[in-house]
C-alpha cells in the first residue's frame, strides 16, 4: 500500500495535498508520511515473528542517523521500538524524543570517552564496541564512574555485502569491527577488563543490500562464534544482527527481498541461539516513508536533453552526488506527457545533479517535483553548501500535517559566524 498517491491528478501524502503544502511552507522541503513509518514497522515486527527471540521479542532499534528528526523518532518511541545511535547527539536526540536508554545501542568505531560516560550515566542498553582499543577506554571509564557497560563485540565477518564501496562495512579492509578469527581471544581479554559485562555479538555489514546471501553467511559466523563463546565460558544472551536491508528506488528494477523473506532467513539461521535477537534497520523504516518536494524553478535548452534546474540541490539531497543513487523524480501534477530530461540543482557544481538523460513526466517552470524514497540519508545528510538555508521538514497523519523543522532564515546562518575584534571595525 501507497500513501504518496495520485487523487484528482495531484499527489497527496496520506490526507494532505502536496501543493497546498508547498504553498504554505515553500519548497524544497522534506514530508513525511507517519502511517507509511508504522506499516514499515508493522510489517518488519511480523517478518521477523518467524524468529525465536526470546521473551521480550526482537529489540527493534531504529538507525538514528538514517532520520534524526525528533518528531520522526518520537513517532519510534510511540510505537515501541529502540534507537542505535552512533554519536552523543543521537544518542541526547533520542532520549529527548522518549525513546528510553535502555533501549538504546551505542554504535560507531570512534566513541570519545565523554560519549562514553555521557552514554554510561544515561543508562543505554548496549554499547557496540569496534575493537580492543575501545574496550579498554570503555573499561576505564565505566570503572571511574562505578558503573558497569553492557557489552557486545561487534564482529567484522569479512563477507562482501554486494552494495555501493561507500556503504559497505563488513569486508576485512573496512574499518568496522574487530577481525572474526581473533574474537574469540579478544571477548576473553574484554571480559577480564573491570567494569564491562560482555553480553552479545553484533555484525551489520552494510546498506542498501538487495541480497540476502551476504547477510545469511554473516549471521552464519555470528552463530559460530556464539557457540565458541559459550564454550569458552561467556554468557552470551544478546545477538545484534545489524541493518542494511534495502528498499525499492527503482520501480523498474527487482524488488529488494521483503521483511517477510528476511525474517524467514533470520528464524533458520538463528534457530536454537536462544538470545534475544536484536536489529538496527533504518533505511527500511524511513526510506519509502519520505520525499524531497522541490519546484522547478526554470528548463534550460541542452545540447541533447533540456536541463530541469530545481530550487533543491544537492546540499538538500546529497545521495545522488555520493553514491550515484537513483530517485524516482515524478511530477506532482502531472499533464500525462513525457520527456527525456537532466534534472539539476543550482549548486555551482556539475556534481549537483539528480538524474541524466533520463525519461520522466514532462515539466515547466513553475511545476512542483517529488523525489520518491528520500526519507533515508536524506535530510540528515543536508548542509548549507552555497549559503543555502537548512531544508525544513514536514510531518503528516492522515489529514494532519505539521512542520517539525522550519526553515531557519538565512539571517541565523550568517549571525552565526563572528568576526574577530581585528575586522570588527571595518565592518
Ligand atoms: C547505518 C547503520 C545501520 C542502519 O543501516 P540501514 O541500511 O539504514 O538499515 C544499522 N547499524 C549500524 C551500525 C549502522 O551504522
Known amino acids: 500500500m501507497n500513501h504518496f498517491e495520485l487523487r484528482g491528478g495531484v499527489m497527496h501524502v496520506e490526507d494532505v495535498s502536496l501543493p497546498v503544502l508547498a504553498a504554505a511552507v515553500g519548497t524544497p522541503v522534506y ?12 510489517v518488519l515486527r511480523e517478518g521477523l515473528r518467524q524468529a525465536e527471540s526470546g521473551p521480550d521479542g526482537p529489540w527493534i532499534a531504529f538507525a538514528v542517523k538514517a532520520n534524526p528528526n525528533r518528531a520522526v523518532l518520537a513517532t519510534m518511541a510511540r510505537a515501541g521500538l529502540g534507537a542505535d545511535v552512533v554519536s552523543a547527539g543521537e544518542m541526547l536526540r533520542a532520549l529527548a524524543a522518549g525513546i528510553p536508554a535502555d533501549r538504546i545501542v551505542f554504535s560507531g568505531v570512534g566513541k570519545t570517552a565523554d560519549e562514553m560516560a555521557l552514554a ?27 558503573m558497569t557497560a553492557r557489552v557486545a563485540y561487534r564482529i567484522n565477518p569479512d563477507v562482501d555485502a554486494g552494495t555501493h564501496a561507500k556503504i559497505s562495512t563488513g569486508k576485512s579492509d573496512n574499518k568496522f569491527g574487530i577481525p572474526y578469527d581473533t574474537a574469540v581471544a579478544a571477548y576473553a581479554r574484554a571480559a577480564a577488563l573491570p567494569g564491562i559485562r560482555v553480553q552479545g555479538v553484533a555484525v551489520h555489514i552494510g546498506s542498501q543490500l538487495t541480497d540476502l546471501k551476504p547477510l545469511e553467511a554473516a549471521f552464519e559466523r555470528v552463530g559460530g562464534l556464539i557457540g565458541e563463546l559459550r564454550a569458552a565460558g561467556h554468557v552470551i544472551v544478546t545477538a545484534d544482527l545489524g541493518g542494511g536491508l534495502g528498499v525499492p528506488y527503482d520501480p523498474s528494477h527487482p524488488a529488494p527481498p521483503s521483511p517477510g523473506d528476511y525474517g524467514a532467513m533470520v528464524a533458520r539461521v538463528t534457530r536454537g541461539w536462544n538470545v534475544r535477537l536484536m536489529f538496527e534497520p533504518g533505511r527500511l523504516i524511513v526510506g519509502n516513508a519520505g520525499i524531497l518536494l522541490s519546484t522547478v524553478v526554470r528548463v534550460k535548452e541542452g545540447s541533447t536533453s533540456p536541463w530541469v534546474i530545481l530550487d533543491a540541490a544537492m546540499n538538500d539531497l546529497l545521495r545522488p552526488s555520493l553514491y550515484d543513487a537513483w530517485h524516482d523524480i515524478r511530477a506532482v501534477a502531472p499533464a500525462g506527457e513525457r520527456f527525456v530530461a537532466n534534472v539539476v540543482g543550482p549548486v555551482c557544481e556539475s556534481g549537483d545533479t539528480f538524474a541524466t538523460a533520463r525519461p520522466m513526466d514532462s515539466v515547466v517552470e513553475g511545476d512542483l517535483v517529488a523525489f520518491m524514497t528520500a526519507g533515508a540519508y536524506g535530510a540528515t545528510m543536508a548542509s548549507t553548501y552555497n549559503s543555502r538555508a537548512l531544508t525544513p521538514e514536514v510531518l503528516v497523519d492522515g489529514a494532519e500535517w505539521a512542520v517539525v523543522r522550519a526553515r531557519p532564515p538565512i539571517e541565523t546562518l550568517i549571525a552565526a559566524d563572528t568576526l574577530p575584534p581585528w575586522l570588527e571595525e571595518q565592518a
Not at 31 to 42: D, F, K, P, Q
Open 120 to 146: 554510561l550515566t544515561h543508562g543505554v542498553g548496549q554499547f557496540n564496541v569496534e575493537s580492543e582499543p575501545e574496550a579498554a577506554t570503555l573499561s576505564a571509564v565505566a570503572t571511574r564512574l562505578g
Open 31 to 42: 514530508v513525511y508520511s507517519t502511517a507509511t513509518i508504522l506499516r514499515h514497522i508493522a
